[in-house]
C-alpha cells in the first residue's frame, strides 16, 4: 500500500467573527469589508462538508496545509481553525504552514502559531519554530513560515535569513538518510507565478537553498489555482505543485481541490504519483482525477 499525503490549501475557513471595538481602527476592518463585499461567497461551510467527506473517503495517511485558514487572524478565527484541525485527524498526521493571512496584523502570527503548535512542531523539539521537520512514513516533510504583517494590498511573503541558515543546516543534517523530501510553503517560490505584490521576495535565495539538497516536491498555495513548474536539484528536478483554495466555490479564482500524493516504495526506489482531486459543484462532491507518475526518489545504495 503506497503512503499518501493530501496537500490542501487556503481554506480562509468561514464565517468570520464580528470585531471587537479594539479592532475597529486596524487593517481587520478592511478585511472584514473584503470579506463581506468580495470573498463570502466563494468560500462556502458547505465545501469544507464535501472536502472533509472526501478526505474521510480517501483516508490519506496524512494532511499538509499550505496557510491561510483565516482571513484576518482575528482570535476567533484562529480559535475555530483550531478546532477545525482537531476535526481532521490526530495532531500527528498534519503538518501546517502559516499564511499571509495569519499574520494579518502585527502580533497575530505569533498567537495563531501558538495556538495550532501541535501541527507545526519540530519532531525533535516542543519549542515551535521553523524550519521544522516532520518525518512520516518515510517521507520528511518540512515547514516553513512565509507569512509577513503588511499594509494592503499587498501579499508579499518574506522566509528571512534566519530561516534560511536553519532550513541550511536542517538539509544537511538530514541528507545522508536520502528519503523522499516534501518542502510546505504558502507563497509560491518559482519565478513568475505571483504578480508583483503578492511574490516571495527571498524566493531567489530560498531556491538556492533547497537545490544544494535532495529536494523533491515543494508544495505551496496563496494563488488560489493550480500551478505547476520545476527547479533545478540535486535529484535532477524539484516538482513545484500550488493548488486552489480547498474551499472555493470557482466564482473568482478556481474552484476547490487539493492533491493526494501517492508515495510506493519499490526495489531500488520510491515512485510518487500524483493525483488531483476536484470539486463538482453539480454533486457537491470531490471527484479524484487519474493517477499520474510524478518522479522517481532512488534508494541510497
Ligand atoms: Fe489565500
Ligand atoms: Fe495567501
Redesign the pocket.
Known amino acids: 500500500m503506497p503512503y499518501t499525503i493530501a496537500h490542501l490549501s487556503?481554506v480562509h475557513i468561514p464565517p468570520l467573527p464580528a470585531l471587537s471595538p479594539g479592532d475597529w481602527f486596524s487593517k481587520r476592518v478592511l478585511g472584514l469589508f473584503s470579506w463581506h463585499r468580495k470573498w463570502k461567497a466563494e468560500h462556502r461551510p458547505h465545501i469544507l462538508d464535501a472536502l472533509q467527506r472526501s478526505l474521510d473517503e480517501l483516508a490519506p495517511d496524512h494532511i499538509c496545509i499550505t496557510?491561510?485558514l483565516t482571513f484576518t487572524t482575528h482570535p476567533g478565527e484562529v480559535a475555530q481553525a483550531r478546532r477545525w484541525l482537531q476535526s481532521l485527524g490526530s495532531a500527528e498526521s498534519i503538518s501546517l504552514v502559516p499564511?499571509?493571512?495569519d499574520a494579518y496584523v502585527p502580533g497575530a502570527l505569533e498567537q495563531a502559531c501558538e495556538a495550532w503548535a501541535p501541527w507545526m512542531t519540530d519532531d525533535s523539539s516542543s519549542a515551535q519554530q521553523f524550519p521544522y521537520l516532520h518525518r512520516r512514513g518515510g517521507v520528511d516533510i518540512i515547514g516553513l513560515s512565509s507569512g509577513i504583517p503588511l499594509r494592503l494590498p499587498r501579499?508579499v511573503g518574506r522566509i528571512g535569513s534566519a530561516q534560511l541558515g536553519a532550513l541550511h543546516a536542517l538539509l544537511a543534517s538530514i541528507a545522508g538518510d536520502d528519503r523522499p523530501c516534501v518542502v510546505l510553503i504558502?507563497h509560491p517560490l518559482q519565478e513568475g507565478a505571483a504578480r508583483r505584490g503578492k511574490e516571495l521576495l527571498d524566493r531567489e535565495a530560498l531556491r538556492e537553498v533547497l537545490g544544494q539538497y535532495a529536494v523533491d516536491i515543494v508544495l505551496h498555495?496563496?494563488l488560489h489555482r493550480p500551478v505547476r513548474a520545476t527547479l533545478p536539484g540535486r535529484r535532477g528536478r524539484i516538482e513545484v505543485l500550488g493548488v486552489s483554495s480547498a474551499s472555493a466555490f470557482g466564482d473568482r479564482y478556481a474552484p476547490a481541490h487539493y492533491h493526494l500524493l501517492e508515495f510506493d516504495r519499490d526495489v531500488g526506489q520510491t515512485t510518487i504519483a500524483l493525483r488531483h482531486v476536484c470539486y463538482d459543484r453539480g454533486s457537491d462532491t470531490f471527484v479524484p482525477g487519474e493517477r499520474e507518475l510524478l518522479t522517481r526518489v532512488p534508494e541510497p545504495t
Open positions: 487556503d496557510g491561510d499564511g499571509n493571512h501579499t504558502h498555495g496563496h
